[in-house]
């Protein structure tokens, strides 16, 4: 079945320092994939997405492209602040038609001053 | 944007008691509703997926009868777990889209409500 693996955390940064964010996928066929940001205490944002291969998503400084060859939707960012701390999920969606969203463990980003 | 809550954002029961679970779209109608359980260090996982008026559909291996949804309003939704035992101890997570289940919206999450049973 299709699954989405990221990388472990927590991961530990100063503030201005670039980020990047491990994230591969297995999938039949086209996969629309999906970066998600949890901050304490709210509900999972959607923080950018790609709909198909080469695309890149970007929002607030992150970005992050569509790597079919290497199945792979790594999320980063130049320079990341103190409130850029959170969980960060990433997803894919089968593009069935059907809204069902599979994520992968999520991964800890603490960004200390 | 859009906005989801849960209530309550965490409660306690003892094994055996039945548990009900609350999810609202606040400035949205939701056709759409989906109720997903995280583990501890694992993914989110989702349970089922249901539509206004509508009976729920649920992923493979979970039980309905056990997972009881109620879509009644386009801006409620309702996850009771019964008889709860320990190991449905988790994180509750829903989910609402103004879209139909086959389209292609974004879904806005709530914040989670986390079940202890004892």
């Known amino acids: 079945g299709d699954s989405v693996t990221q990388m472990e955390g927590p991961v530990t940064l100063s503030e201005e320092a670039f980020l990047t964010i491990n994230c591969t996928y297995t999938?039949?066929?086209?996969?629309?994939l999906f970066w998600y940001v949890q901050y304490p205490g709210e509900g999972l944002q959607l923080l950018l997405k790609a709909t198909k291969a080469d695309d890149k998503g970007s929002n607030k400084g992150f970005e992050a492209t569509y790597r079919k060859e290497t199945t792979s939707f790594h999320l980063e960012k130049g320079s990341v602040q103190v409130s850029d701390s959170a969980v960060y999920f990433c997803a894919l969606s089968a593009n069935t038609g059907f809204q069902k969203l599979v994520f992968g463990t999520g991964t800890r980003l603490l960004v200390s001053p | 944007g859009a906005v989801v809550s849960q209530h309550p954002s965490w409660v306690i029961c003892k094994s055996g008691t039945s548990v009900k679970i609350e999810c609202r779209s606040l400035d949205f109608q939701a056709t759409t509703m989906f109720w997903y359980r995280q583990f501890p260090k694992q993914s989110l996982m989702l349970m089922a997926t249901s539509n206004e008026g509508s009976k729920a559909t649920y992923e493979q291996g979970v039980e309905k009868d056990k997972f009881l949804i109620n879509h009644a309003s386009l801006t409620l939704s309702t996850l009771t777990v019964t008889s709860a035992h320990p190991e449905d101890s988790s994180f509750y997570i829903c989910s609402a889209s103004s879209g139909g289940a086959w389209g292609t919206d974004t879904q806005y999450f709530g914040p989670g409500t986390r079940l202890t049973v004892l």
């Open positions: 999938a039949t066929g086209y996969p629309s």
